[in-house]
């Protein structure tokens, strides 16, 4: 994979309004929701029980914004691929490069690269300000603390995972709808569909659910019935790995 066929792809992403349109939108819903969330808190701390302070987790309730960030960079991952397929440029681009396999690791690395740099900075900035916001009412975490360096750069990780796992999407079923759909059904219905089994098999299976990994890896204080938070984000990269395969080896075998 040379330097070229990643400037390539680059200039493919950064050329398109809807890049600078899902990176301020999904900046907007982590920054809005972790002040709100750290705004009640610091409000309601003086009045809270010894209870519901110990259990409160300062990392993973502000960020909880990053839920929803995740699908509008999902979706901007998927279109990287998608949208190729439903213009036909994807033609053109297999034309100037043959090695398909390329072509999609090339698409992978340029939207992981922006991933991890957006995310980087948004969930960074949405930690900072919700624990100045909540300092006042002596409920804030600073990143020196135990645990909380681990849990924002998971958070991080885990929107990388999922960039990986849109775009790999957008590459298995070369539709957006389609892509996106089951984008959606991963994160948000599989865990409703497992939160209606019979008890103890709900208890064994919410574990692998992508959803409950990803909230496990970004908190102080995982539940009971969760992996741990490095074995949940594992979890959650094992998702777009094995996504990944699957769309490396369908685009050698298939007609563009």
Not at 50 to 73: C, E, W
């Amino acid at each position: 994979m040379g330097t070229e066929l990643l400037k390539a792809e680059w200039i493919k992403l950064r050329s398109v309004r809807s890049t600078y349109l899902s990176l301020a939108a999904a900046a907007a819903l982590v920054i809005i929701v972790a002040l709100s969330v750290a705004g009640t808190t610091a409000d309601n701390w003086p009045t809270m029980s010894p209870r519901d302070r110990s259990s409160f987790d300062p990392v993973s309730a502000p960020l909880f914004g990053a839920l929803f960030a995740q699908l509008v960079i999902g979706v901007l991952a998927v279109l990287v691929v998608s949208s190729e397929y439903s213009t036909g440029l994807i033609r053109t681009t297999f034309a100037v490069t043959p090695q398909r396999r390329k072509v999609l690791l090339a698409k992978v690395t340029v939207t992981t690269a922006l991933a991890l740099a957006a995310g980087a900075v948004i969930l960074g900035a949405a930690f900072l300000l919700s624990q100045a916001v909540m300092a006042h009412g002596h409920g804030g975490v600073s990143l020196g603390d135990p645990g909380v360096l681990r849990a924002v750069g998971y958070a991080v990780l885990y929107l990388v995972a999922v960039t990986v796992l849109a775009t790999s999407l957008g590459a298995i079923l070369r539709s957006t709808a389609g892509a996106i759909a089951v984008l959606f059904t991963l994160v948000f219905l599989v865990p409703q569909v497992l939160d209606h089994l019979p008890q103890e098999l709900r208890h064994h299976l919410m574990r692998f659910g992508l959803q409950r990994a990803a909230a496990a890896a970004v908190s102080l204080h995982p539940q009971a019935d969760t992996f741990s938070p490095t074995v949940s984000i594992l979890l959650c990269a094992g998702y777009a790995a094995v996504a990944l395969a699957l769309a490396l080896f369908l685009i050698g075998r298939r007609d563009a």
